[in-house]
């Protein structure tokens, strides 16, 4: 049977893709299709415990890239408090309506149980948000860390409920992890010998799931939020990203499981459809509230529309809530089944919503930016660029030594844009022109200024799907200069150039070229000999030329 498991998931995933939406609705719809095998989630144990890894790593994952002091920020804090109130109190009545309505799933419910089934609809999904965020390469653009620390705020409040509802008080050692932090000095040099291999991605297990989860789970806490802490934890660190893209592909598997699990709880009822469908229908509202809370926070309204469709579904922390609350009897079963299909229904929307964003944006710009209040988030504002003869978008370690080449051999002024303003302010202390912007921002570049002595750009955006968006925005604003692009896989050379770009330089292949030159004009002893040989040819030629002059005097 597992054989045909595989091969279902497979061909669930394949096929949606085709389709242009992400391969996770395909592993929802191949849970459906096994359930009607006969397959069920209590029949697969090892499967259950994948998706809990998977849950597990997400949370960890997220950790390592998170920026602490971005949760305590107004509009992640205060958003995220004023929309679980705002939406709870949105719900409660709509639920109470439908009951009254006649829908039987709704009927003679109390209060309470209203407010149970509000919390669980109150969330978006941690999982859907951050594969989207992540695949478009977008996890440190303003957007994201916006939707990914409300988020995570989400999840600290159903780790809060999840933990009251056991009925049990942590354990007094629980007191113990407030010295965690103190730990640090020495689990950092424990990373610092852990070298870049398979030891690398060993100590992240061990700190995700020993040191994290089971640790936490020991002393009576939420083991998820043992993960997310360590993670935390480490983000400080030089290597945490290089752990992050070591882990990414043992979290995506094991998450594969996890959106198995929730096809396989059972196949609805016709009324239970009915009412996740309209449950699905009440999402806009859920989008509208995002909205207009960041954009109170001074967050442009494109911004606020990008973390708002990410966030616009419904969450797997609400189906565990509705789980939790169905096995304490506070809640019928049914409602693990309704939240469940609403839960898929809401990621089909949400991913071609997403997809079509900027379409979206473009389409109704001109009322969402009188949503806008001024003066807008440091962050969020126009930015000038001059006039640049050379632009470089993506100031990593290969648009700054671009940068630095481009200094040394030509003249003219240099701009690089980066959307990182850690990264930005680096710059500027090593004296380079360098200012914060996001190339996938198409407000960025409607707003960009004209340079008319702009020669070339060079893209060292290190994702494709953002080179591909910037090369389509220079297009638009019909920039004839060129165009040069890094790019990390043939296919995505042939797509950028196919888009316009003049040159595209694989990753790879420039890297074993660039290390042959540094080894010839650096290291090697036939650069000077070479050097030497042109000297003395030079000069034999000068010493000939002069002795011809000399004869025919």
């Known amino acids: 049977m597992e054989p045909a498991i595989l091969i279902i998931t497979l061909l669930c995933g394949l096929l949606v893709s085709k389709v242009g939406l992400p391969p996770l609705i395909g592993y929802l719809g191949a849970g459906f299709v096994l359930f009607t ?17 998977g849950v597990t790593l997400l949370l960890f994952s997220i950790g390592l890239k998170l920026d602490l002091k971005s949760l305590f920020k107004a509009e992640v804090l205060a958003t995220s408090s004023i929309h679980l109130v705002g939406s709870i109190l949105f719900f409660i009545p709509v639920l109470k309506l439908l009951g009254m309505a ?8 109390s209060l309470n149980q209203l407010l149970l089934i509000s919390f669980a609809l109150s969330f978006s999904s941690t999982v859907f948000a951050v594969k989207v965020i ?5 996890m440190k653009s303003l957007y994201g860390r916006v939707a990914i620390g409300i988020l995570i705020m989400q999840d600290i409040f159903a780790v809060v409920f999840l933990t009251i509802s056991k009925g049990d008080i942590p354990s007094i050692w629980a007191l113990g992890l407030l010295l965690l932090p103190f730990t640090r000095p020495l689990i950092y040099k424990v990373f610092d010998r852990v070298g870049h291999s398979e030891m690398l991605v060993l100590f992240g297990l061990v700190m995700a799931l020993v040191v994290g989860a089971w640790l936490f789970e020991a002393v009576g806490l939420k083991p998820d939020l043992g993960a997310l802490i360590i993670g935390i934890l480490l ?8 752990l992050a893209k070591s882990m990414y592909y043992f979290k995506e598997l094991f998450l594969v499981a996890f959106f198995l699990t929730i096809g396989l709880n059972g196949l609805p009822t016709w009324s239970d459809i009915g009412l996740a469908a309209i449950l699905v229908l009440l999402v806009p509202v859920k989008i509208v509230m995002f909205i207009y809370l960041l954009t109170r926070f001074k967050l442009r309204s494109r911004t606020s529309l990008l973390a708002s469709f990410n966030l616009g579904n419904y969450s797997e922390f609400g189906l565990i809530v509705a789980a939790v609350a169905a096995h304490k009897g506070w809640l019928p079963a049914s409602w693990l089944i309704i939240i469940a299909v609403a839960l898929s229904i809401s990621f089909l929307f949400a991913a071609p919503l997403n997809t079509s964003v900027n ?26 660029i001059g006039n640049p003869r050379f632009l470089i978008f993506g100031m990593g370690r290969i648009g700054s030594g671009a940068y630095d080449e481009l200094r040394l051999r030509f003249d003219g002024e240099i701009l690089g844009i980066e959307h990182k303003q850690e990264l930005v302010d680096f710059h500027r202390t090593q004296g380079r ?7 996938g921002d198409t407000d960025f570049w409607e707003k960009l200024e004209r340079a008319p002595n702009l020669e070339l750009v060079l893209l060292a955006i290190p994702h494709h799907v953002g080179n591909l968006f910037a090369v389509e925005q220079l297009k638009k604003l019909n920039y004839e200069g060129k165009i040069s692009a890094i790019v990390q896989y043939t296919e995505d050379a042939d797509a ?13 292949e420039a890297a074993g070229a660039g ?39």
């Not at 379409?359 to 000038?384: A, G, N, T």
């Not at 022109?433 to 190339?439: I, L, P, R, S, T």
């Not at 036939?526 to 000399?550: C, F, H, I, L």
């Open 359 to 384: 379409k979206i944006y473009q389409r109704f710009q001109r009322h969402l930016v009188k949503m806008e209040k001024h003066p807008l988030h440091p962050e969020d504002r126009q930015i000038k």
């Open 515 to 553: 290390f042959v030159d540094h080894v010839i004009y650096e290291l090697l002893d036939e650069n000077q000999e070479q050097v030497n040989r042109a000297d003395k040819e030079a000069n034999e030629s000068k010493a000939a030329n002069e002795s011809a002059s000399t004869s025919s005097v």
């Open 102 to 109: 006649g829908l039987e799933q709704l009927e003679g419910y």
């Open 433 to 439: 022109n360098v200012v914060q912007g996001d190339a």
């Open 496 to 508: 950028l150039k196919a888009a316009g770009v003049d040159t595209a330089y694989n990753l790879y």
């Open 235 to 242: 983000a400080g660190h030089a290597k945490s990203s290089e």
């Open 37 to 53: 095998f006969g397959i069920q989630d209590s029949s697969l144990p090892l499967l259950k415990q994948l998706a809990d890894l």
């Open 134 to 138: 992540e695949d478009n390469g977008d």
